[in-house]
């Protein structure tokens, strides 16, 4: 259920980005769709497809609790990262962006992800894609 509070458009886009960020952070979505689901997903096509090959990578899960400030190109998203069932990263403060009518993880949330993984030696890293210093 849950009330149509809100125009009915922002109420459909939250729960997209909801679907599509879960399913991003799902070891159960192929790789392909991943990179579709991420902004600018072919420049790290190659880091997803190994990133799913690494077991803790593969156990970790994206939880959305809210999502606010839609607007047509995007939102806030607030998350948590659990990894094997155990909470990693808790109320993570990201971004969704619509790219060609689909609403997609922010690059600069994953990037943003990417560093703390790094920094926290959750997941080994070989470096950081190129592709997120260009990011900004």
Known sequence: GGNS????????????????????????????????????????????????KNSLAASASATVNKVTGVTSSQATVDYSIDV???PALANQKGTAVNQG????????????????EKSSGLIKLPNIPAACSSAG
């Open 101 to 116: 009518g689909t609403w997609k993880v922010g690059t600069s949330s994953f990037c943003g992800l990417l560093q703390l």
């Open 5 to 52: 509070a809100g125009t009915s458009s922002g109420g459909a886009a939250q729960t997209a980005i909801k679907k599509n960020w879960e399913a991003f952070f799902s070891a159960k979505t192929p790789v392909s769709q991943r990179v579709a689901l991420l902004q600018d997903g072919s420049q790290f096509a190659s880091l997803i497809s190994a990133q799913a």
């Open 84 to 86: 094997a069932g155990t």
